[in-house]
């Protein structure tokens, strides 16, 4: 049954997870988890080792849960490639060819996304262009600031128009400069009907980005509902910032301390 914690499913569900678990040996990395996502950006909350990147992974089909089903627009996903033709990826750390140009390596992405030879120009130069990244096509990767490759990787993870959308700590060893053009960069490559699930452990990226918020703790959903929800669930106070902090606090267990 599709519940997430403290939540209620939203009417516009189009991705999800119902009931899965992930087991590794005798660690559990996620338990029982449910979650519906829908369009718009959503910020994946959690201590370093909760089980955002695991959860990352399995609705980009990058791995298969122990039990439990992701959920697509028609329902359970039992067809992986076709699902993954319909998921932009990007992992906390992006497969990235030094030697590569930009260019290059967004036409080969794109290829693997089975964009045919004819539109796979147009495809690469509108995600160079919706990252900020137009002028650089022809620029070793190599040679990128790390804020440039970071956009080079949502570049990549856009190139074939995703109807989902999923960012893994995509923010992690940004200094505050490059986060603010991060944020800016996505949110002129996303498509308003497009499904964003980013996860983070910055506070900063929930005031900046979200639209609703996913709080795991110790592999469990603790919270899944809209930003104005969770803020809701501490009282206010003039600091943002302060107030996300405390509500995130107010999540989470001892279970999941380190």
């Known amino acids: 049954m599709l519940d997430g914690a403290r939540s209620t499913t939203p009417e516009r569900c189009t991705f999800g997870v119902d009931e899965?678990?992930?087991?590794?040996?005798?660690?559990?990395?996620?338990?029982?988890?449910?979650?519906?996502?829908?369009?718009?950006?959503?910020?994946?909350?959690?201590?370093?080792?909760?089980?955002?990147?695991?959860?990352?992974?399995?609705?980009?089909?990058?791995?298969?849960?122990?039990?439990?089903?992701?959920?697509?627009?028609?329902?359970?996903?039992?067809?992986?490639?076709?699902?993954r033709a319909r998921?932009?990826?990007?992992?906390?750390?992006?497969?990235?060819?030094?030697?590569?140009?930009?260019?290059?390596?967004?036409?080969?992405?794109?290829?693997l996304k089975g964009i045919?030879?004819?539109?796979?120009?147009?495809?690469?130069?509108?995600?160079?262009?919706?990252?900020?990244?137009?002028?650089?096509?022809?620029?070793r990767i190599g040679t990128l600031s790390g804020g440039m490759v970071r956009r080079l990787g949502i570049a990549q993870a856009i190139v074939h128009r995703p109807s989902l959308l999923v960012l893994d700590e995509p923010t992690v060893?940004?200094?505050?400069?490059?986060?603010?053009?991060?944020?800016a960069t996505l949110r002129g490559a996303l498509d308003a009907d497009t499904v964003t699930l980013l996860s983070t452990h910055l506070l900063e990226d929930v005031g900046e980005l979200a639209e609703r918020v996913l709080v795991l703790d110790a592999g469990r959903m603790r919270f899944a509902g809209a930003l104005e929800t969770f803020l809701a669930t501490v009282p206010?106070?003039?600091?943002?910032?302060?107030?996300?902090?405390?509500?995130?606090?107010?999540q989470l267990t001892d279970e999941g301390a380190a």
């Not at 060893?173 to 944020?183: A, I, S």
């Open 20 to 83: 899965v678990t992930v087991q590794y040996d005798d660690r559990t990395a996620l338990d029982e988890v449910s979650c519906a996502l829908e369009p718009g950006v959503t910020v994946l909350l959690g201590r370093n080792g909760a089980g955002k990147s695991t959860l990352c992974r399995v609705l980009a089909s990058a791995e298969q849960p122990t039990r439990g089903r992701v959920l697509g627009p028609e329902g359970p996903v039992t067809d992986l490639r076709s699902h």
């Open 87 to 111: 998921v932009g990826w990007l992992p906390q750390t992006p497969p990235v060819a030094a030697h590569m140009r930009a260019g290059d390596y967004l036409d080969y992405a794109a290829w």
């Open 116 to 139: 045919s030879r004819r539109d796979r120009p147009r495809a690469v130069a509108e995600a160079l262009e919706r990252t900020g990244l137009g002028a650089r096509r022809g620029s």
């Open 173 to 183: 060893g940004l200094d505050p400069e490059q986060r603010v053009q991060f944020y």
């Open 236 to 250: 206010a106070s003039p600091d943002g910032d302060g107030r996300i902090r405390r509500a995130f606090m107010a």
